[in-house]
C-alpha cells in the first residue's frame, strides 16, 4: 500500500517555498490542505487562489480548503467575548481552526482510511523553516508521520523568501489579522493598509471581558497603539510639506 502524501499548506512564503522546490523535484503529493479561519488578509486569500492555478499548471494537486465548520474564528471571539487563545498564551484557536479541519477532512478521505485499514501511517509535510527547527517534533502518532522538508533541506526564512520571488509570486506571511502574535509594527501596518480589518480587531477586544491580560498584545492594546499613532500622526497635519529640517536657510 502507497503512503498518502499530503502537504499541511499554511498559506504564507514557507510552505509555498516548500511546494515550489516539490514541484521542481517532481514529488507530487496527493493532497495539499489550507485551513482556512476565516481570517485572512484579502491578499492571501489571492495569493492562495493564484498558488493553487500555477500548482495546477505544474501536474500539482490544486489546493483544498477546509474550515470549522460552525464559525469562522472572529465570529467565535465576538460570540463568546474573547480573544484568540493565543492571546491568554495557549494555542486552541490554532488547534480547533487550523489542525482539526484538516484532520477531520483526513479522517474522510478515502486514501488515508485505507492507508490506516491496512495499519499504515500517512504522511504529513509541514512547512517550517530551518529557523523553527525546534517546532519540528518527532510526534508519536498512530495516524500520521510528520515530515519538515524545509528543516532537511537547511532552508532558512531569506531562502524561502528567495525561491517564491523567483517563482514570480510576492512572499508574504500568512495569518489572522488579529493574531495576538503581531508585533507593533505589524498592527500599525494593518491599520494603515487594511483600516476596516484594524477596526474589526479591536472590535474583537473591546467585546472581549478580561481580567488577567489587556488586550490584543496581551500586556497592551491593539486600540491604544493605534489611536497614539493617529495622534502623534495629527500632530504633523500642520506642518508644510515637505517638512524642511531643522538647518534649513531659506
Ligand atoms: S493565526 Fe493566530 S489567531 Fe489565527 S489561529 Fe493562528 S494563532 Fe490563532
Redesign the pocket.
Known sequence: MKTPLTVAYGGGTNSSAMLIEMEKRKVVPDLILFAD?G?ELPETYEFIANFSKWLVSKGMPEITQVRYARET?EENCLRSNIL???AYGF?S??LK??VQPQNKFLNNWQPAKDCWQSGGRVLKLIGYDAGEARRAKDYDDKKYIYEYPLVRWGWNREKCVQVVTEAGFKPAKS??F????MRKTEVLQLSKTHPDLARRAVLIERNARLKKIKGLGRNWRWEDLIRSDESQTRLFDDLPDPVPCGCYDG
Do not use: D, E, H
Open positions: 479561519t481570517g474564528l484568540p487563545s493565543l494555542k484557536c490554532s481552526y487550523k495569518s489572522c488579529f493574531c495576538p502574535a
